[in-house]
């Protein structure tokens, strides 16, 4: 008797009538995904996800989209731990400028990203005088999967940095660590799970983009046709075939999936830790 209230009160009080729109969201996400399962041809999958084009578009998604989530520990952990350690009002100025990719469409940050880098670029002027080119290059695609991914780290790490707190910090501080043994020794293993999460949806949503990618770096094969750009041009009638197309889109589906259960595994560690 005490104990199926108290079961009540953790669950909360959800009125039944909202499990029909809960159960009809869970249906709007879940059956396109099952739609696209289904129209992979189990008989050609093997061949499809092998053929030379879809290699090709693989091998440099993840390279790149290995390189774009590099570049994102560079910058993002420095980053994070300034927004994690600033003053309230700075960290919000910083945390929106950080966010600002979030809600960009993908199509605008390629636009911003080619009127800096471009040949008529601000900085792609510069760059053009020492016979430097960046536009529709394979360093393109690194640089149009660093900005669209950056702020999935930033944020996933700068949320463990806060949550930890300076305790421990000023301990070892007090003791006579000094701020780089601090950092490597103190601070980054406690913000251990914010990091994995942070690098694994940065990885994510690196091999993942396409629009800034298109606009910065074309889609040249071989070159900078990644693995989204791919699955488009199969679907507008040319290079790989649509299946191939559908094969690769299953690929991508596996990955956020595997994704997501990482995260999820991270997660428990977090809560304990703290």
């Known amino acids: 008797m005490i104990r199926r209230p108290r079961a009540q009160a953790e669950r909360g009080f959800v009125p039944p009538g909202l499990l029909v729109p809960a159960i009809v969201g869970i249906a ?3 059956i396109p995904l099952v739609a696209l399962v289904g129209r992979v041809d189990v008989t050609t999958f093997w061949a499809d996800i092998t053929s030379p084009a879809a290699l090709s578009a693989l091998g440099l998604s993840l390279g790149t989209g290995a390189l774009a989530t590099l570049v994102c520990l560079v910058l993002g952990v420095p980053l994070a731990l300034l927004l994690a350690r600033a003053g309230s009002r700075l960290a919000g100025i910083l945390r929106a400028v950080v966010t600002v990719p979030l809600v960009l469409p993908p199509m605008v940050g390629g636009v911003a990203l080619l009127f800096l880098l471009g040949r008529n670029g601000w900085l792609g002027q510069v760059l053009a005088g020492i016979g430097v080119r960046i536009p529709f290059t394979t360093t393109a695609v690194v640089i149009a999967q660093s900005f669209v991914a950056l702020p999935f780290l930033v944020l996933a790490l700068e949320g463990a940095l806060r949550a930890t707190g300076t305790g421990y910090e000023r301990a070892a501080a007090a003791l006579g660590a000094g701020r780089w043994r601090i950092f490597w020794r103190i601070t980054l ?18 091999i993942g983009e ?65």
């Open 189 to 206: 293993p406690l913000a251990a799970p914010g990091l994995v999460a942070g690098v694994v949806l940065c990885f994510s949503r690196a």
């Open 210 to 274: 396409f629009g800034a990618t298109a606009l910065l770096a074309g889609n040249a094969p071989g070159v900078t046709q990644t693995m989204p750009l791919a699955i488009y041009t199969a679907f507008n009638g040319a290079g790989v075939t649509q299946g191939t197309a559908v094969a690769l889109s299953l690929l991508l589906l596996v990955t956020a999936l595997v994704v997501l259960l990482l995260v999820r595994g991270w997660r428990p560690a977090s809560a304990g830790a703290r």
């Open 28 to 30: 709007f996400l879940v």
